[in-house]
């Protein structure tokens, strides 16, 4: 499937299932069969998920013990705040924005370039990412979404179960995304399937490059350490939260200016619009989900968009998909 195929398919409506037809909007999604037993593979995928979701708070209390009476070092500060620029950007740019959503094309090393990026996000691989993406947008905040705060409906505990069910339950329920139907073009990229195999690579990549880099400039364990839990696990932990909070909170909690497919509850988030870079104008983004743009009223900063932009002037993208004041204007309430 080409880039082209894929926005037309992101700009058409998505495909209408019983259940989703049937819903109202307020009530819990209709229940669904029970998934098959587990295999052990699928055990282990829930094992690893636990771990990456429980392990960067134990880290933070170690961190908070280390430091007990000690100065966090300058570095440790400078290389996570490096890499979580890179991998956030790797996830905005390059995962969501570009091989998601096709709001534009690279040139091949910065496609590759991006996908290592996000995948050392430690988000999941690049082709798992993209498909369940674009499931969400298919049946946003309806039944089939894999990760809807509506999901137990609008009552307050149905809200509150389905806000801790958006922000990280999602991940422990036995609901896999079809890639063969999500993300074909991926599937048939020769460069973004090796990126995709490469994941568990990446991952330790991710975490011993801040513990080298520690070692190499502090030339102690304890700076290689420190700089490991700060720059590799808390950061890590930091950019899933801020992630799962677009998913959580951005459709729950902000305002919502322009118009979005039915049900679909998409706000803009303004107080994590530094840390998501841009992602939390979500309400736009569901409003024109190919814009490689988000943030498009004044004062909205959305640096992804920025770098877009500068790998435009560069060269390195080419048709990208800037919103106009026609197609913007067409989408507000």
């Known amino acids: 499937m080409s880039l082209g195929a894929t926005r037309s398919q992101l700009d ?12 109202d909007g307020k009530s819990p999604f209709p229940a669904t069969p029970p998934p098959p037993p587990r295999h052990t593979s699928e055990r282990l995928y829930v094992t690893v998920t636990a771990l990456i979701v429980v392990l960067p708070f ?3 209390g170690l961190a908070v013990w280390l430091l007990w009476g000690r100065l966090i070092h300058t570095t440790d500060v400078l290389l996570a705040l490096a890499l979580y620029v890179v991998t956030g950007l790797g996830v905005t740019v390059g995962f969501h924005r570009g ?50 705060p509506y999901r137990y409906g609008t009552h307050l505990r149905g809200q509150l179960r389905g806000l801790v069910h958006a922000h990280v339950g999602w991940l422990f329920r036995n609901d896999p995304t079809p890639a063969e139907r999500y993300a ?18 990446l991952c330790v990549l991710t975490l011993a490059l801040p513990f080298a880099l520690g070692w190499a400039i502090g030339g102690t364990w304890l700076h290689a350490t420190t700089a490991l839990l700060w720059a590799g696990v808390v950061r890590i932990a930091l950019l899933h939260h801020v992630t799962w909070s677009v998913n959580s909170l951005c459709h729950m909690i902000g305002r919502r200016p322009f118009r979005t497919r039915r049900h679909d509850r998409a706000t803009n988030l303004w107080p994590l619009a530094l840390l998501s870079f841009g992602e939390s104008w979500h309400n736009l983004h569901h409003a024109d989900p190919t814009s490689a743009r988000h943030g498009v009223d004044r004062g909205q900063i959305d640096p992804s968009a920025a770098v877009i932009r500068l790998l435009e002037r560069l060269g390195w993208v080419h048709d990208v998909r800037w919103p106009t004041p026609d197609r913007v204007a067409a989408r507000r309430t």
């Open 12 to 23: 058409a409506p998505p495909r209408k299932t019983a259940a989703s037809q049937a819903y």
């Open 99 to 148: 091989l998601t959503h096709g709001g534009y094309r690279a040139a091949r090393p910065v496609r590759i370039a991006l996908a290592v990026a996000g995948s050392m996000s430690f988000q999941g691989d690049v082709i798992g990412w993209v498909a369940t993406h674009r499931r969400h947008h298919a049946f946003t905040d309806r039944p089939g979404d894999p990760h809807s």
């Open 58 to 60: 134990l880290a933070l």
């Open 184 to 201: 074909p073009d991926l599937l048939a990229d020769r460069d973004i399937r090796a990126v995709s195999r490469a994941f568990p690579a």
